[in-house]
Nanobody
């Protein structure tokens, strides 16, 4: 079973986007969900993570104060609201299920059910 990301696109610096992560074959409410990104030639890096009931969140230093993770378990969807986007935010963004460890680990090997990703490009 995989997750499905959507909401990416081309945006100017300083702009905003909201990414969505949905599942059609299983219920997300039992799992912590993480967002990752990978730029060309770079390793996949953790961006943010949210606990199963949404009471705890984690953000990478690079996105603190600009990105907000949230979830609507009734809609079986996790969101990543991104504001004040910068060119260095350009990457393919992925969501995944935390299968081992804590929400602060953000080690890709601790996550599973990866989606195909959604491209975010920040450019003037």
């Amino acid at each position: 079973s995989q997750l499905v990301e959507s909401g990416g696109g081309l945006v100017q610096p300083g702009g905003s986007l909201r990414l969505s992560c949905a599942a059609s074959e299983f219920t997300l409410e039992y799992f912590a969900i993480g967002w990752f990104r990978q730029a060309p030639g770079k390793e996949r890096e953790g961006v943010s993570c949210i606990s199963s009931n949404g009471d705890r969140t984690y953000y990478a230093d690079e996105v603190k104060g600009r990105f907000t993770i949230s979830r609507d378990n009734a809609k079986n969807t996790v969101y990543l609201q991104m504001k004040n986007l910068k060119p260095e935010d350009t990457a393919m963004y992925y969501c995944a299920v935390l299968v081992v460890g804590t929400i602060t680990s953000m080690n890709p090997t601790d996550f599973g059910s990866w989606g195909q990703g959604t491209q975010v490009t920040v450019s003037a």
